[in-house]
């Protein structure tokens, strides 16, 4: 059972992203970091860890869109 919606996608403004690694060390489901430093989406579902991501990320890199 799924208990959570999924109707928003998770997005990360690379230009905001300071490379500080938390949502890919957190979140590894939803977050990885690439070879420039930057975190990108791996799984751009919005579950809880990526909403927690929004809400942790120190740089408001992470953001849910529709
Ligand atoms: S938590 Fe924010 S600043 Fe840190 S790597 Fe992730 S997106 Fe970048």
Known sequence: MIDYVINNMIK???NK???CGL???QHPES???NLDGKAEVINSQETPGAQ???SDCPAGAISSVK
């Open 23 to 25: 949502c890919a060390g």
């Open 17 to 19: 992203c300071v490379g």
């Open 52 to 54: 927690k991501a929004i």
């Open 31 to 33: 977050f990885q970091m």
């Open 12 to 14: 990360i403004d690379q």
